[in-house]
């Protein structure tokens, strides 16, 4: 459950090469230069574009003790999630890539047509992952449509 009123650490990017900027920060390269223990899950917003490439907010929850004073970046901020109400999920297991992303959201979309909620769906959605990369077999992953 995502609790909008905790802070998390928000990157934008609009490659992947810039998770190592959150790796970067959570390894000390911060204002306090505080290493910060992995948390799961992390969770990316995507921004569709009307062009190919999209924008992506990266939200890595930042835990308890630091949660008064966060340690504070160039490249990484913290701030508090969108307070959306509702979500569709759908979980599923291995490696996360772009094909089975779009695989996975088009499933949730389908499994919602003709229910009350399916004009509700607002553009923007996200990708939580409950692993570390280096478990590429046994990776836990949802896709979340986010409900107006």
């Known amino acids: ?9 928000a990157l934008t990017w609009t490659t992947a090469a810039k998770t ?12 306090q230069a505080v290493k910060i223990n992995m948390t799961a899950p992390v969770l990316t917003n995507i921004y569709p574009s009307t062009r190919h490439n999209s924008s ?3 939200y890595f ?4 003790k630091h949660q008064d004073n966060p340690p504070q970046s160039n490249q990484a901020h913290p701030v508090k999630l969108p307070k959306y109400q509702y979500a569709a999920v759908k979980r599923y297991g291995g490696f996360m890539n772009d094909t089975n992303i779009a695989e996975q ?3 949730l979309r389908k499994s919602m047509k003709g229910s ?10 996200s990708v939580a992952v409950y692993n570390s990369p280096d478990e590429r077999d046994t990776c836990v992953n949802e ?6």
């Open 105 to 107: 959201f088009s499933a």
């Open 20 to 31: 190592l900027d959150l790796y970067a920060f959570i390894q000390g390269k911060n204002d």
């Open 1 to 9: 459950m995502w609790d909008s009123g905790l802070l998390f650490l």
């Open 61 to 64: 929850y930042l835990p308890q």
């Open 143 to 148: 896709v979340i449509l986010w409900l107006d």
């Open 116 to 125: 009350v909620w399916e004009l509700t769906i607002i553009k923007e959605h």
């Open 56 to 58: 992506f907010v990266v």
